[in-house]
Nanobody, 122 residues
Framework: QVQLVESGGGLVQAGGSLRLSCAAS????????MGWFRQAPGKEREFVVA????????YYADSVKGRFTISRDNAKNTVYLQMNSLKPEDTAVYYC???????????????WGQGTQVTVSS
């Protein structure tokens, strides 16, 4: 069992930055892939980025490539999402999730956090 808790969301102006954190508890954190997803009002949950257990492989959605960076610290059981050059269309609830592999499909993730709101004003 893995419990995930996101933090770091908030309100920021367009062009600004935020850093999200996802703290995990449970003995399987270090052996699983981690992903970030987001869901805007009235839209489906969409893939943002995922990272392998070793941190050696990262996969980004085209919409965030070059602006967002994922990283993980297995010693701290934490995964981070650095978001730069934020745009109003990045506004959403951001979720971290854990899976056995690096996937883009949210249905393949076994554990989810409660989400943190990110709002980007224009």
């Amino acid at each position: 069992q893995v419990q995930l808790v996101e933090s770091g969301g908030g309100l920021v102006q367009a062009g600004g930055s935020l850093r999200l954190s996802c703290a995990a508890s449970g003995r399987t954190f270090g052996s699983g892939a981690m992903g970030w997803f987001r869901q805007a009002p009235g839209k489906e949950r969409e893939f943002v980025v995922a990272i392998s257990w070793s941190g050696g492989s990262e996969y980004y959605a085209d919409s965030v490539k070059g602006r967002f960076t994922i990283s993980r610290d297995n010693a701290k059981n934490t995964v981070y999402l650095q978001m730069n050059s934020l745009k109003p269309e990045d506004t959403a609830v951001y979720y971290c999730a854990a899976a056995s592999g690096v996937y883009r499909d949210p249905r393949l993730y076994d554990y989810w956090g409660q989400g943190t709101q990110v709002t980007v004003s224009s």
